[in-house]
Each structure stands twice: as C-alpha cells, then as structure tokens.
C-alpha cells in the first residue's frame, strides 16, 4: 500500500518525513505562475536523505496565489503558456532522487475541464519519456456534476488514463466558509471514492486522510485549523466532553469562547481513523494520502497501522 505525506517546507514537516511509516513524499513547496514560471525550491538534503531510507519522492506543484488556488494562473499555465509550463515541470522532473510530479490545480475554471485534460495528457507522455511518474491531486465527487464549479473541471476518467495516480482530496468536506460538519465523514468519503473506482482503476486511487480538523465560529462565521497532535488539549480546554457520530466516523465539541461566541470544532479520532483506512483496503485502492506531515503524532500512525 501507498501511504504518501505531504512536506510543507516546516521543521515538523521534515521531521515527520523522516520518521513517519510515509513511503511516499510529496514536497509542497513549488507554486506555478501564469506565465509558466515555477517558482520555489526543493530541499535537496531532505531528497537524498529519502531516499538513502527507501522512500520516494514527489515535487507537488500548485497553482496556489496570493491567498488561495488561483482559476487565473491556472488558466495561464494550462492553456495561455502550455508548452512553457510543461517544458519547466519536465525540467524540474530531472531533480535527482525525485520520482514524480504531483500537480496540486485546485479550483480551475469551469470551463478548462478540457484544456485541463488535454496539458495532463501531453504533460503525462513527457514524463513517462523520461521514466517520470505523475500524481494528479483531485477533489473528491461523488457524481460528475457541470453546475458543481469546484468539482467539475476534472475528468477523472480522461484524467486517470494519462497520470499514475489520482489523489482523491477526501478531505475538506465542510470548511470554515460552510455550515459545520466532518472535515472527512466516512459516508462522504466511501461515495467518493465509490464514483472515482467507476472511472478509474482502484489501483490508481488514493484516499486522502486529514490530520487536521476545523473550529467553527457559529456566530460570527468563519473558523481556524486544529492539528491533530493539538485535538486532544484543545478539547480539555473547552471544558466539554466531546462528542462521537457515528454516521461520519468523526467527533465534534461545541462550546462557548471567551467573547460569547458560539464554535463547535470537527474533529479525527484514532477509531475514525482506522475505519477510514479500512475503507482502502476493501475498495482494493493503491493507497492513502495525509494532508499534512508535521500536523500529526503517534497515534495518528497507530490508527493507521491498526486499519491496514
């Protein structure tokens, strides 16, 4: 089985990298611009050093803005600067100790589902030239819906003929800008992953875990990220007894915060998580994915090893 991490560029990060039972790392630290430019740099100690461990590693490149995924520079990338853009990946590709590409384009515009497609497909003949794999990092559906803006631009079937992997994002599932929920409830997860089996071959598939969880602010609105190594004194902190639903596998606390406002935080437990898990071994899947190393502790991995 797969189990991929996701480097941030942090001491934590790199720590867990080193430590975690990951056998796969995918270095989020690359960003593209519209003009094809990628900009950032791999750590090149941290590359040799896995791979003298037997681990493998990816350079994940995002099309991540000022603030947020960015449609435009996607756009710009993939279709205004297409042969620029894929020349520069093929070029970082030859790193040494790197074994792929992971492409991170997040919130593309409706209408470059195609265009998308298409500079996945040419990309994806350059780097198996070259003996490059690629992973394409994708959010979870479970149908293929045009009036859905965030999910439609990928098509998956089109998608996994040409990449190595599809990192389905299963995670994500409410956020802080959404009335609050499981940031990855069982249910949702196994209807995603169900559609992305009828499209693509399960042994392209990776289940996206996360080792982090939302706090909602039910009365002012929005919300902050809790790591999962900070869920257990956050909750003692609050005063309250958390709470276990069991549709989504997933805890929740709700309490009061020193202005008066009403938050509720959504969070992973180790039971969830081995369920989760579990759900990778019965569809048959390639692996799992965690967002993000660094985030989370022993018993993250003990919740994993336990569903395996």
Request: proline content about 5%.
């Amino acid at each position: 089985m797969l189990v991929l991490g996701y480097f941030t560029g942090s001491d934590a990060s790199r720590a867990s990298a080193l430590s975690a039972p990951v056998n796969v790392v995918s270095m989020d630290v690359i960003t593209v611009a519209a003009d094809g430019n990628l900009s950032g740099s791999l750590p090149t100690d941290l590359l040799a050093s896995l791979s003298a461990m037997g681990k493998v590693s990816y350079a994940c490149i995002s099309n991540f803005g000022v603030t947020d995924f960015d449609p435009a520079i996607a756009h710009g990338a993939i279709v205004t600067n297409r042969a620029r853009t894929i020349a520069n990946i093929v070029a970082l590709s030859k790193t040494p100790h790197l074994e792929g590409i992971n492409l991170d384009f997040e919130g593309l515009y409706v209408n470059d589902r195609d265009a998308y497609s298409s500079f996945v497909a040419d990309l994806a003949t350059q780097l198996h030239g070259s003996g490059t794999k690629l992973i394409l990092s994708i959010p979870a559906k479970s149908v293929d819906d045009p009036s859905n803006d965030w999910s439609w631009p990928y098509d998956y079937a089109a998608l996994g003929k040409s990449a190595d992997f599809l990192q389905v994002m299963t995670y994500d599932e409410h956020v802080p800008s959404q009335p609050a929920g499981p940031v990855a409830g069982i249910d949702w997860m196994q209807a995603s992953l169900k559609f992305a089996a009828s499209q693509v071959s399960p042994s392209k598939l990776l289940s996206g875990l996360p080792a982090y969880g939302y706090v909602w602010n039910l009365t002012r609105g929005g919300g902050d990220t809790v790591a999962w190594k900070d869920f257990q004194s956050y909750v003692a902190a609050t005063g309250q007894i958390s709470q276990w639903d069991p549709t989504s596998q997933s805890a929740w606390v709700k309490y009061t915060g020193t202005d008066g406002s009403q938050l509720q935080m959504w969070f992973e437990t180790p039971m969830g998580i081995q369920a989760k898990v579990s759900v990778v071994q019965r569809m048959n899947l390639a692996g799992l994915s965690v967002w993000a190393l660094g985030m989370e502790d022993s018993a993250f991995w003990n919740a994993v090893r336990a569903g395996k």
